[in-house]
Protein backbone atom coordinates (compact mmCIF):
# COMPACT_ATOMS: atom_id res chain seq x y z
CA UNK A 1 0.00 0.00 0.00
CA UNK A 2 1.23 3.49 -1.22
CA UNK A 3 -0.99 5.51 1.29
CA UNK A 4 -2.06 7.04 -2.13
CA UNK A 5 -5.69 6.80 -2.68
CA UNK A 6 -7.91 7.36 -5.96
CA UNK A 7 -11.62 6.85 -6.65
CA UNK A 8 -13.40 5.52 -8.29
CA UNK A 9 -11.42 2.52 -9.22
CA UNK A 10 -13.41 1.71 -12.14
CA UNK A 11 -16.00 3.72 -14.30
CA UNK A 12 -17.62 3.07 -17.36
CA UNK A 13 -19.16 5.82 -19.35
CA UNK A 14 -20.30 6.94 -22.94
CA UNK A 15 -19.00 9.21 -25.06
CA UNK A 16 -19.33 12.51 -25.06
CA UNK A 17 -19.35 12.77 -21.24
CA UNK A 18 -17.97 14.00 -18.33
CA UNK A 19 -15.81 12.31 -15.75
CA UNK A 20 -14.38 13.28 -12.23
CA UNK A 21 -11.54 10.98 -11.04
CA UNK A 22 -10.35 11.66 -7.59
CA UNK A 23 -6.96 11.35 -5.97
CA UNK A 24 -5.77 11.94 -1.89
CA UNK A 25 -2.17 11.77 -1.74
CA UNK A 26 0.49 10.46 1.27
CA UNK A 27 -0.04 11.66 4.42
CA UNK A 28 2.53 15.14 4.03
CA UNK A 29 2.83 14.79 0.01
CA UNK A 30 2.52 18.30 -1.51
CA UNK A 31 3.21 17.32 -5.08
CA UNK A 32 0.65 15.53 -6.83
CA UNK A 33 1.14 14.05 -10.48
CA UNK A 34 -1.19 12.51 -12.89
CA UNK A 35 -0.43 9.97 -15.44
CA UNK A 36 -2.32 8.24 -18.37
CA UNK A 37 -1.46 4.37 -19.18
CA UNK A 38 -3.64 2.85 -22.38
CA UNK A 39 -3.37 -0.55 -23.08
CA UNK A 40 -0.06 -2.15 -23.21
CA UNK A 41 1.30 1.42 -23.09
CA UNK A 42 3.60 3.28 -21.44
CA UNK A 43 3.49 6.07 -18.91
CA UNK A 44 2.02 9.38 -19.98
CA UNK A 45 2.69 12.72 -18.19
CA UNK A 46 -0.36 14.65 -18.15
CA UNK A 47 0.19 17.19 -15.10
CA UNK A 48 1.96 18.07 -12.15
CA UNK A 49 0.39 20.32 -8.95
CA UNK A 50 2.40 21.13 -6.17
CA UNK A 51 0.70 22.52 -2.94
CA UNK A 52 -2.57 23.81 -4.83
CA UNK A 53 -0.17 25.10 -7.53
CA UNK A 54 0.41 23.68 -11.40
CA UNK A 55 4.06 23.23 -11.47
CA UNK A 56 4.12 21.22 -15.03
CA UNK A 57 2.50 20.32 -17.90
CA UNK A 58 2.47 17.24 -19.74
CA UNK A 59 0.85 15.86 -23.20
CA UNK A 60 -2.94 16.74 -21.86
CA UNK A 61 -5.55 17.48 -23.73
CA UNK A 62 -7.65 20.45 -23.87
CA UNK A 63 -10.54 18.54 -22.73
CA UNK A 64 -8.86 17.24 -19.88
CA UNK A 65 -8.23 19.70 -16.42
CA UNK A 66 -6.81 19.48 -13.17
CA UNK A 67 -6.76 21.11 -9.87
CA UNK A 68 -5.13 20.35 -6.51
CA UNK A 69 -7.52 21.35 -3.42
CA UNK A 70 -6.22 23.39 -0.11
CA UNK A 71 -6.17 19.43 1.61
CA UNK A 72 -4.02 18.67 -1.27
CA UNK A 73 -6.29 16.20 -2.91
CA UNK A 74 -6.61 16.39 -6.52
CA UNK A 75 -9.00 15.79 -9.09
CA UNK A 76 -8.82 15.00 -13.08
CA UNK A 77 -11.71 16.57 -15.21
CA UNK A 78 -12.21 14.44 -17.93
CA UNK A 79 -14.91 16.06 -20.90
CA UNK A 80 -16.46 15.65 -24.27
CA UNK A 81 -14.46 11.81 -23.36
CA UNK A 82 -13.90 9.82 -26.63
CA UNK A 83 -12.89 6.45 -27.10
CA UNK A 84 -9.59 6.84 -27.21
CA UNK A 85 -9.48 8.08 -24.01
CA UNK A 86 -9.60 4.93 -22.14
CA UNK A 87 -7.39 4.17 -19.86
CA UNK A 88 -5.76 3.95 -17.27
CA UNK A 89 -4.89 6.66 -14.89
CA UNK A 90 -2.69 7.11 -12.63
CA UNK A 91 -2.34 9.90 -9.27
CA UNK A 92 1.37 9.67 -8.12
CA UNK A 93 2.82 11.93 -5.06
CA UNK A 94 5.88 13.05 -3.63
CA UNK A 95 7.23 15.39 -0.97
CA UNK A 96 8.35 18.07 -3.19
CA UNK A 97 10.46 17.19 -6.57
CA UNK A 98 9.30 14.38 -8.71
CA UNK A 99 12.25 11.98 -8.32
CA UNK A 100 10.78 9.14 -5.42
CA UNK A 101 6.68 8.92 -6.78
CA UNK A 102 4.58 6.99 -4.98
CA UNK A 103 1.16 5.87 -7.68
CA UNK A 104 -2.22 5.18 -6.75
CA UNK A 105 -3.56 1.69 -7.88
CA UNK A 106 -5.29 3.91 -10.18
CA UNK A 107 -8.28 4.83 -11.93
CA UNK A 108 -9.73 2.18 -14.89
CA UNK A 109 -12.06 4.44 -17.38
CA UNK A 110 -13.56 2.67 -20.35
CA UNK A 111 -15.55 5.06 -22.35
CA UNK A 112 -18.38 3.08 -24.80
CA UNK B 1 15.25 15.32 -27.01
CA UNK B 2 14.27 14.38 -23.22
CA UNK B 3 12.87 10.81 -24.14
CA UNK B 4 14.30 7.77 -22.80
CA UNK B 5 14.54 4.68 -24.72
CA UNK B 6 14.23 1.45 -23.34
CA UNK B 7 14.95 -2.03 -24.71
CA UNK B 8 14.38 -4.59 -24.92
CA UNK B 9 10.31 -3.96 -25.17
CA UNK B 10 9.83 -7.73 -24.11
CA UNK B 11 12.06 -10.42 -22.55
CA UNK B 12 10.81 -13.77 -22.12
CA UNK B 13 13.90 -15.63 -19.46
CA UNK B 14 13.44 -19.21 -18.05
CA UNK B 15 13.37 -19.31 -14.00
CA UNK B 16 16.74 -18.78 -13.45
CA UNK B 17 18.06 -16.98 -16.11
CA UNK B 18 19.96 -13.54 -16.02
CA UNK B 19 18.01 -10.72 -17.37
CA UNK B 20 18.94 -6.95 -18.49
CA UNK B 21 16.85 -4.01 -19.40
CA UNK B 22 18.71 -0.78 -20.76
CA UNK B 23 17.63 3.44 -20.49
CA UNK B 24 19.28 5.42 -23.06
CA UNK B 25 19.05 8.93 -23.72
CA UNK B 26 20.89 10.99 -26.40
CA UNK B 27 21.61 14.37 -23.85
CA UNK B 28 22.75 13.85 -20.33
CA UNK B 29 20.61 12.88 -17.67
CA UNK B 30 20.43 14.63 -13.65
CA UNK B 31 19.49 11.65 -12.82
CA UNK B 32 17.02 8.20 -13.63
CA UNK B 33 14.72 6.47 -11.56
CA UNK B 34 13.96 2.45 -12.16
CA UNK B 35 9.68 1.54 -11.51
CA UNK B 36 8.41 -2.26 -11.39
CA UNK B 37 4.70 -2.79 -12.57
CA UNK B 38 3.65 -5.99 -11.81
CA UNK B 39 0.68 -7.03 -14.06
CA UNK B 40 -2.66 -5.81 -12.87
CA UNK B 41 -0.80 -3.31 -10.64
CA UNK B 42 0.69 0.03 -10.47
CA UNK B 43 4.37 1.56 -10.60
CA UNK B 44 6.32 0.97 -7.70
CA UNK B 45 9.33 3.04 -7.53
CA UNK B 46 12.42 1.08 -6.99
CA UNK B 47 15.64 3.31 -6.88
CA UNK B 48 16.79 6.53 -8.10
CA UNK B 49 20.13 7.19 -9.79
CA UNK B 50 22.60 10.26 -9.38
CA UNK B 51 26.28 9.87 -9.70
CA UNK B 52 28.53 9.08 -12.58
CA UNK B 53 29.26 5.42 -12.78
CA UNK B 54 26.77 4.83 -9.64
CA UNK B 55 26.39 0.83 -9.02
CA UNK B 56 23.39 0.21 -6.49
CA UNK B 57 21.99 -3.08 -5.78
CA UNK B 58 19.13 -4.78 -3.97
CA UNK B 59 19.17 -8.13 -3.29
CA UNK B 60 19.00 -9.89 -6.61
CA UNK B 61 18.82 -6.52 -8.58
CA UNK B 62 21.75 -4.33 -9.94
CA UNK B 63 21.32 -0.76 -11.66
CA UNK B 64 24.23 1.52 -12.79
CA UNK B 65 24.19 4.39 -14.48
CA UNK B 66 27.07 5.44 -17.00
CA UNK B 67 29.87 7.38 -16.96
CA UNK B 68 28.62 9.78 -19.47
CA UNK B 69 24.96 9.73 -17.62
CA UNK B 70 23.14 8.89 -20.96
CA UNK B 71 22.46 5.69 -20.18
CA UNK B 72 21.25 3.37 -17.33
CA UNK B 73 20.52 -0.33 -16.82
CA UNK B 74 18.77 -2.64 -13.99
CA UNK B 75 20.16 -6.21 -14.25
CA UNK B 76 18.62 -8.98 -12.26
CA UNK B 77 20.22 -12.02 -11.40
CA UNK B 78 18.85 -15.68 -11.34
CA UNK B 79 15.31 -14.19 -11.95
CA UNK B 80 12.12 -15.73 -10.16
CA UNK B 81 8.80 -15.63 -11.16
CA UNK B 82 8.10 -12.86 -8.76
CA UNK B 83 10.29 -10.82 -11.06
CA UNK B 84 7.69 -10.74 -13.63
CA UNK B 85 6.71 -7.52 -14.77
CA UNK B 86 7.30 -4.34 -16.95
CA UNK B 87 10.47 -2.47 -15.62
CA UNK B 88 10.26 1.68 -16.59
CA UNK B 89 13.16 3.59 -16.51
CA UNK B 90 12.28 7.44 -15.87
CA UNK B 91 14.10 10.83 -15.51
CA UNK B 92 13.08 14.02 -13.86
CA UNK B 93 13.19 16.61 -16.41
CA UNK B 94 14.20 19.73 -13.64
CA UNK B 95 10.86 21.92 -15.63
CA UNK B 96 9.48 19.26 -12.90
CA UNK B 97 8.25 16.62 -15.71
CA UNK B 98 8.95 12.90 -15.34
CA UNK B 99 9.51 11.40 -18.70
CA UNK B 100 8.88 7.39 -18.31
CA UNK B 101 10.49 5.37 -21.00
CA UNK B 102 8.40 2.40 -22.54
CA UNK B 103 8.94 -0.64 -20.58
CA UNK B 104 11.10 -3.28 -20.75
CA UNK B 105 7.77 -6.19 -19.76
CA UNK B 106 9.82 -9.26 -18.21
CA UNK B 107 8.57 -13.04 -18.76
CA UNK B 108 9.32 -15.82 -16.30
CA UNK B 109 8.36 -19.41 -16.86
CA UNK B 110 8.97 -21.73 -14.42
Known amino acids: DSGVTQTPKHLITATGQRVTLRCSPR?????VYWYQQSLDQGLQFLIH???????AKGNILERFSAQQFPDLHSELNLSSLELGDSALYFC???????????FGPGTRLTVL | GQQVMQIPQYQHVQEGEDFTTYCNSSTTLSNIQWYKQRPGGHPVFLIQ?????EVKKQKRLTFQFGEAKKNSSLHITATQTTDVGTYFCARYTGGFKTIFGAGTRLFVKA
Open chain 2, 49 to 53: LVKSG
Open chain 1, 49 to 55: YYNGEER
Open chain 1, 27 to 31: SGDLS
Open chain 1, 92 to 102: ASSLDRPDTQY
